[in-house]
């Protein structure tokens, strides 16, 4: 079988290898181009506005369905 435009692997095998296919539903994707993020900031008493420190990225996800036809038990 030629390999998904979507594909992952699962214990070290393509899901190809188990007869599955990642689809996009309605022929589109939709999510966030990034992953979520915090920006480190401090409050000053003193001064207005905030002191910027630095911005750390969390982990971005990825939801995708997964259909067959010639999945077997084995």
């Not at 309605?26 to 002191?51: C, H, I, K, P």
């Amino acid at each position: 079988m030629k390999r998904s435009f979507i594909s992952f692997t699962y214990g070290g095998k393509n899901i190809e290898d188990f007869g599955l296919i990642a689809i996009t539903e309605n022929n589109s994707m939709e999510r966030d181009l990034y992953a979520e993020f915090n920006d480190l900031t401090t409050d000053s008493d003193v001064l207005d506005g905030q002191f910027y420190w630095s911005s750390h990225y969390k982990s971005n996800t990825l939801d995708l369905a997964l259909f067959t036809d010639e999945i077997t038990e084995r």
